[in-house]
C-alpha cells in the first residue's frame, strides 16, 4: 500500500494524492460512505460501484457483535462477505463503545461494556481490537483510541490522550508484527485526540508521529465543539501531520466541513450525514440541501437537482420522491441515498480537479454559499 | 394491442402467446409483480428491467388516496410518474374497499368507503373507477366488480354476480365510447365472479363474453376455499373463455398454485406472495423454499440457489442475507425480493419454453414435487 501526494494547490493547503491499496486505487480528497453493518444503508455494492464510491467504512463494534469477526474472517473477510472488492477502512470500535455511557468502564488496558442489543459484557483492549480488524481484513484499520466527549476539561483530556497514546504503542508494535490474515496489505493509522487543547492536541501528534504510522486520522472533532474549534484544531493537526502520510477526519461531516477541511490539508472523511439524512428526506445538492417530504415539492416534475448525472435525478421527479417518503416506500430511502452519496462524492471529485488546477480556493469560495442554502423551489 | 395465443401444449390446456401493447411486448404465460403504491416494494425500475419483469400491476384504490390519479395524469400516467416504461395493469380498486369491512357500504350503483388512511369519505362507482384508471394510463384496466368473500351462501354470489354483471356492462359500454387520456391503448378486461357455484360461474362468463372485453380475468378466487375448489373453478371458467383472448387469474398465487394453472389455460399471474414473503425473510427456489433467518443458515456460504442466475445468487450467501435480516438491514428486503421475483419470472418462462416443446406436462409433474418442499440445508 502507498499514498502519494501529487499536488498541493498554491493557495490553500488543499491536496490532491493517491492512495493504493490491494482492493483498488483511492483518489484524494475522498468521502467514504458508511457502511456500518456490512451493508451502506439501503444500497447495494452494484449501486456503490454506480456512484463511483472508492472506499467505504465499516464499523468494528457492529461487526463484533453481529455478525462477530470469526463469522466474516471464515468467509475471507468482510469484502468477500459483502460482496464488495473496492477498499475498506474499519474504524476501531472505540466510538461507539465509548458512546454507551453507563454501559462501559474504561480503565488503563482497555474498556469493559455491554452489548447494546442484549446487554451481554464484553471486552475491547487495543490487542482485542487489532485482532478483529485484521480478521474483518479491511485496508484500513484504527488504532482503538479513546475519543473524550465535548466539553471535556483539560485534566480530562490530558489523562485521555495518555492512553490513547499508550494504546497507540501497542497497537504499532502488533502491527510490525503481526502479518495479515487474509493475504493482502493492511495500514493501521493512528488517532490524534486532544479535545478542544492545542497543546495536547500537538501532543498527541507528535508522539503519533514518533511511532510513524503509514497514516493519521483526526479524532474527536465533530462531537459538539463549535465550527471555528473544529476548523482551528483540524488546521492544528494537519499543520503538524507529515505531508507524505494520508490524513484522515473522522466523522466529519455536513459538505460545507468537507469543503473547509480539505481547505485545510484533509484527505479523507467519513460521516453518516449523507446516508442519514437521506432516509429522513433531506438531500444535498451543488445549490444546497432540500427537505423532500415539503408540501411544496408534491407536484413538481424536475428531480432534485437538474445538474446531476445520478440515477434518481436521470429517472424520478421530486414529487415521486415526495410520494414515496409519503407511504414509507422503501425504495424513497434508496434513491435519496443514492443521490447523497452521488453529491459527496462528486463534491470531493470536483475539490480534487480543482486543486491540480490551482483553483481550488476559488471554486470552493463560489459553491460554498450555495451548499450551505436551502432550496425552496 | 393485441393478444395472439401461439400455442397449447399437446397433453394440456397450458397456452403460449403474446400480448403487444404500446409499452412492449409480453410473452405469455406471465407472473405480474405488484406496485401497489407506484413501486414494486424495494426494487427500481433498472432492477424490475434486470430481472426481466415485462409488466408490472398497480393498485387503484392506493394510487387514488396518494398521491391521487389526477397529479399522476399531470405527469403523463403512471410509467412516467413512476419512471417504468414497461406495460402495466391496474386493478379496479374494489377488492381492497370491499376488504374494508366495516368501512364501506355497497349500493347497486356503487361502493361507499372510508380511507384506512384518515377515515375520510369516498365514493367509487363503475364510472369512476374507469376514469381513475384511463387517467392513470395503465396498459391494462379492470372493471370495477364486487369479490364475494369465502365462504358466500348461493343467494349472495347470485345477487352480488348481478351487480358485478351490470357494472361491467357500464363500464364495457363507457370503454366503447372513451379516448385515450395519454395517447396510448388501454385495454379493459371482465372479471369472471360467482364464489365457489359452477352454474354463477358459468353464467358470469357467458355474460361478460357477450359483452365482448380484449381480455377476461378469473376473480374471487384464492380467498381463502380449498385448493381443489379453485383449480376447479379456474378450469372450468378457461373452458368457457375464448380462445383467442387473454386469461388473467387474479391475486394467484405459489409457485404450485401458477403451475396448475398454467395447465388449466390462465395466461396471466399477479401475487404478493413473493415481494411479501421476501420482505419477511422466505425465499423461493426451483428447489422448494426456505426461511433464511433460520439459525442453520448462520454460516451458509451458499447462495440461495446456486443454479439461480439472479444478482442475488451471484454475488451473496445465505449468511450474508441472513445477517442483513438479523440487523434489520434494508438490503436484504431488497436482495431477497429481487431473487423471489427473479424465480417467478423464470418459472412463467420456464413454462412457456415447454409449452411450445409440448412437455409442460412432463416437466410440470418433475418440478412440481421440488418446489413445493422446504430447504433444510
Not at 41 to 47: E, G, I, R, W, Y
Request: contains cysteine; hydrophobic residues 35%; neutral net charge.
Amino acid at each position: 500500500m502507498q499514498f502519494k501526494k501529487l499536488h498541493t494547490e498554491m493557495y490553500s493547503k488543499a491536496r490532491a494524492g493517491l492512495i493504493s491499496t490491494d482492493h483498488g486505487e483511492i483518489e484524494t480528497p475522498i468521502f467514504m460512505p458508511v457502511g456500518t453493518q456490512a451493508t451502506v444503508k439501503t444500497l447495494s455494492p452494484q449501486d456503490l460501484k454506480e456512484i463511483q464510491a472508492r472506499i467505504i467504512l465499516g464499523n468494528t463494534y457492529h461487526l463484533y457483535l453481529r455478525p462477530g469477526h470469526e463469522l466474516i474472517s471464515n468467509f475471507g473477510g468482510l469484502h468477500q462477505f459483502m460482496g464488495w472488492n473496492g477498499p475498506i477502512l474499519t474504524d476501531s470500535g472505540g466510538y461507539q463503545v465509548f458512546s454507551l455511557k453507563d454501559l462501559r468502564k474504561i480503565d488503563e488496558e482497555g474498556v469493559t461494556f455491554r452489548s447494546h442489543l442484549d446487554g451481554s459484557s464484553h471486552r475491547f483492549t487495543p490487542e482485542h481490537v487489532f485482532e478483529i480488524q485484521r480478521h474483518l481484513g479491511s485496508d484500513i484499520m484504527m488504532v482503538l483510541d479513546e475519543c473524550p466527549p465535548y466539553p471535556s476539561t483539560r485534566e480530562y483530556a490530558e489523562k485521555s490522550n495518555a492512553i490513547t497514546i499508550k494504546w497507540a504503542g501497542i497497537q504499532r508494535e502488533l502491527y510490525e508484527k503481526k502479518r495479515p490474515v487474509h493475504g493482502y496489505s493492511q495500514w493501521l493509522f493512528g488517532i490524534v485526540q486532544g479535545s478542544v487543547y492545542e497543546d495536547i492536541r500537538t501532543y498527541s501528534a507528535e508522539e503519533l508521529i514518533k511511532m510513524d504510522f503509514p497514516g493519521y486520522a483526526i479524532g474527536g472533532l465533530a462531537v459538539g465543539e463549535p465550527k471555528e474549534d473544529m476548523y482551528r484544531l483540524t488546521d492544528l493537526c494537519t499543520g503538524i501531520l507529515p505531508e507524505n502520510k494520508p490524513r484522515y477526519l473522522m466523522g466529519v461531516g455536513t459538505p460545507e466541513d468537507l469543503l473547509e477541511s480539505i481547505e485545510r490539508g484533509v484527505d479523507m472523511f467519513d460521516c453518516v450525514m449523507p446516508t442519514r439524512n437521506a432516509r429522513n428526506g433531506t438531500v444535498f445538492t451543488a445549490n444546497g440541501k432540500m427537505v423532500l417530504k415539503a408540501a411544496r415539492f408534491r407536484e413538481d416534475p424536475k428531480p432534485i437537482d437538474s445538474a446531476c448525472a445520478c440515477y434518481t435525478c436521470s429517472n424520478f421527479s421530486r414529487a415521486y420522491l415526495r410520494h414515496l417518503y409519503n407511504t414509507n416506500e422503501i425504495l424513497g430511502l434508496r434513491l435519496s441515498t443514492l443521490h447523497n452519496l452521488h453529491f459527496y462524492l462528486w463534491l470531493v471529485r470536483q475539490a480534487r480537479t480543482h486543486i491540480l488546477e490551482n483553483s481550488f480556493s476559488e471554486w470552493k469560495k463560489n459553491i460554498l454559499p450555495k451548499v450551505t442554502s436551502i432550496i425552496k423551489n
